[in-house]
C-alpha cells in the first residue's frame, strides 16, 4: 500500500511540571538496526519552487480549509520566533536529494484551487478514480502543471474513499498521462470525522475498547485547532507531502522490496511526535494553556502536531521539538 498510515497504537503519555508531555517508556525514536532506507536514482521534488493545487472534494467548511492552508504556508515560511515551527520540520524532509545532487524543494506555493462541491465522480471513491478527479480540475480551472507541479486531492468528511479507515488515512502517487493529460504527482487525504477519528486522528480521539480487552482509555488530548478530523487530517497531510516528495515516481527513497508497497521516511516513524517516541508512546510534545497538544507553530500564530520523520544525517526519527 502507498503510504499506510494506521493508528492501531495506544499513546501513553504524563505530564511533567513545566507544561511538557513525556512518555513513560525508553528513549527509541526507531532504530537503524532496523531500517533498510534505500535510494532507486529515481527523482525527488526538487523544483526550486513547487506548486502546490487543492483539489476540494466535497462540502467544505470556510474556517476548516484555512487551518489547512496556513499548514501549507507554514511550510516555506521560516519563523525565527516561532521555534520549532512547520518550516524547521520540512528541514529533515529536505534532506534527501536525487542522483544529481539536488535536494527536496525549498518552497512551496499554494499556486490554485478548485472547489469541487458537486461531488463530480460521487461521494464512493476508489484510488484510481482520485486521478478522474484531478482530471476534472484540470480540464476546469487548474492547470496541468507537469513541470514543477504537485496536486492534494481532500476529501470532506462525508466522502468514502476505498480502503479509507480499513488501510489508509491517505496515500500518494503519480498521475497517468492517458487519464489526466500528462504525469504528475499527487495525494489524497480524507477528513475522518465521521468515519473514523479514532484511526485517522488519533490521539485526539480514541479507539473504542474491546470487550473484556481490559483496556481502559485515556483522556483524549486537544486539538490544537478545536477540530479533531482537521487537526488529525493535517498530520497525515504532512506524513504524505514527505512521502510524496522525496518517493513521487515509486523509485525515490524507500525500504522494502516492493514499490508497490514501500516503506517511506515517514512510515518509519508513524506515532512519533517527540523525543522518547517510538514501540506505541508518541514522546515528548508541547501543551498550552488551554490544554491544547502541539509540537510545531505555525504562520499566525498556528499550532499543529505532526508526526517526525526518518533523519538521513541523524539516521533515526527527527523533528525541531527533539529534546536531544
Request: glycine share 10%.
Amino acid at each position: 500500500m502507498i503510504s499506510l498510515i494506521f493508528f492501531s497504537f495506544f499513546l501513553s503519555v504524563s505530564l511533567s511540571s513545566n507544561g511538557q508531555f513525556f512518555d513513560d517508556g525508553k528513549n527509541y525514536e526507531g532504530s537503524s538496526d532496523l531500517v533498510d532506507l534505500q535510494y532507486h536514482l529515481g527523482p525527488v521534488i526538487s523544483s526550486p519552487t513547487t506548486s502546490l493545487y487543492i483539489i476540494w472534494y466535497g462540502r467544505w467548511n470556510p474556517t476548516h480549509q484555512s487551518t489547512i492552508r496556513d499548514f501549507l504556508y507554514s511550510v516555506s515560511s521560516p519563523a525565527p520566533d516561532q521555534y520549532p515551527s512547520v518550516s524547521n520540520w520540512w528541514k529533515t524532509v529536505r534532506l534527501y536529494r536525487d542522483q544529481t545532487g539536488s535536494n527536496i524543494t525549498d518552497t512551496l506555493v499554494l499556486s490554485g484551487e478548485f472547489h469541487d462541491s458537486t461531488y463530480s465522480h460521487g461521494s464512493h471513491l476508489t484510488r484510481f478514480s482520485v486521478q478522474s478527479v484531478i482530471r476534472t480540475a484540470v480540464t476546469s480551472k487548474l492547470p496541468l502543471n507537469a513541470v514543477n507541479g504537485l496536486y492534494l486531492v481532500l476529501t470532506s468528511d462525508d466522502v468514502e474513499m476505498q480502503d479509507f479507515c480499513r488501510a489508509i488515512c491517505g496515500f500518494h502517487y503519480f498521475t497517468f498521462a492517458s487519464i489526466v493529460g500528462a504525469t504528475v504527482p499527487y495525494a489524497w487525504v480524507g477528513n475522518s470525522a465521521r468515519q473514523c477519528p479514532e484511526m485517522c486522528a488519533y490521539p485526539f480521539a480514541q479507539p473504542k475498547p474491546f470487550p473484556g480487552s481490559g483496556f481502559v482509555a485515556r483522556e483524549k488530548m486537544k486539538p490544537p485547532n478545536g477540530e479533531v478530523g482537521i487537526d488529525g487530517m493535517i498530520s497525515v497531510i504532512a506524513h504524505e507531502l514527505a512521502e510524496v516528495s522525496s518517493n513521487p515516481m515509486l523509485n525515490g527513497w524507500y525500504g522494502g522490496d516492493d514499490a508497490t508497497a514501500p516503506t517511506e521516511i515517514a512510515d518509519l516513524c508513524l506515532g512519533v511526535y517527540g523525543s522518547g517516541g517510538g514501540g506505541g508512546y508518541m514522546g515528548s510534545v508541547y501543551k498550552d494553556r488551554w490544554r491544547n497538544v502541539y509540537n510545531v507553530k505555525g504562520v499566525k500564530g498556528r499550532k499543529y502536531l505532526i508526526q517526525w520523520v526518518w533523519d538521513l544525517t541523524r539516521n533515526r526519527c527527527f523533528g525541531p521539538n527533539a529534546m536531544n
